[in-house]
């Protein structure tokens, strides 16, 4: 596998690891090392605010300062904010193709340069596109310069549970020389018990993964690739332009790949509150991840088949969105509520035998009557709405997202004024579109 991966991104070492956040631990270790072998003992990363949390994470690890960066107007990394970061004790560069957020690749030509010109290392996240960019470009696509063929490039992460095509946890880390890789692997022979020796952080690792990801691999072959690359393309155009075509909404910024964000158009005249569109959304079975700029959309190929559909009910969503309320999430006692049309949504986790349901204005539109069964069961006697309107309200879950046994299921969907509670029970698919696994499964 990894020499299919040298083969793909054009390198010359690598390893497999357990997934991106341990690609991208080595990738950091490798340049603290470096530095620390040519005398640089306080290494330090330069990248952009955009980058995946686990540079953070593994700065954090490994005591090594991480200098933030702002972006341009497109989401990209700014070479000249990073230059203006470089010191005397900068490591390693970094740039992502692409982000997660937005979808963008970085300039990845010219932050690559910037390193090799100041002899620093270059290393491209490539976790989210390393399995697709390659077949994009074989397809036809334009795809800027981001692997090894960019002079600089030092190292590259790349996921192969993402579109890959297999189950977590796999990935690679790979590098233009193979005396830089040497500085990740580990050998001790300062015990009795003879050589110890590992490629990566961990010792003994799982061996489902590894076996998963090659019958993957071999199975799906450069045509599987090919085919699957194609469709993830179709989706991609499919559902950027059913974003374009609702006015009050659009892919912000424009992405390179098949990632991207959905947030505000400013220039519409559609007032649009982007945190109600997603829950509308999420009522009409779509499963989007929310991100402080909108919503976050990541495709999977079996997605070219429901692009129609998601344009229909993105539309219908920026429509029946309501008015955007201008008052602060109140709290009631055991629940938090969250504001939807007509009301609030309880987003519930314990109740008692009353339940008070509050709208913005601190009236009381509605309440739930329960009735203890037993000491962790309740059941729903009645729910009365006192004022018009549509009010949509969350079943209770329980810790790690089940739903609380014993707890009718009334409170899954919507209820109208005037009517007793009812058990309406959705038949709709659920789409996952967020996430970061090659864009979850249609379910």
Known sequence: MIGMARSLFGANAGSLSAGGTESIFLAVQTARDHAHARGVMSPELVCARTVHPA???ACKYLDVTQRFTEVTDDGRADPEAMEAALNADTALLVASAPGYPFGVIDPVTDIAAMAAERDLLCHVDACLG???LPFWERLGEEVVPWDFRVEGVTSLSADIHKYGYCFKGISTITYRDPELYQRQVFMYDQWPGGLYASASAAGTRPGPPIAGAWATITHLGADGYMRLGARVLEATQGFLAAVDSVDGVRATPTPDMSVFQIGVDADSEVVVDIEAVGDRMDERGWNMDRQQGGLHVMLSPGHDKVATAFGEDLAASVADQGVPLECS????????????RGGWRNEWSFGGPTAPFFDGAGEEPARFVLRQVDDDRFVVEELVLYDDGVISMSLPRREGGAHRPGLDPV???????????????STRARHDVGGDQGGGAIR
């Open 55 to 57: 540079f953070a994470k």
């Open 130 to 132: 390393g399995w697709l």
């Open 329 to 340: 999430t109140p709290t009631v006692g055991w629940s938090t509520t969250r504001r939807c």
């Open 411 to 425: 409170l899954h969907g919507v209820v109208r004024t005037g009517q007793r509670a009812a058990h309406p029970r």
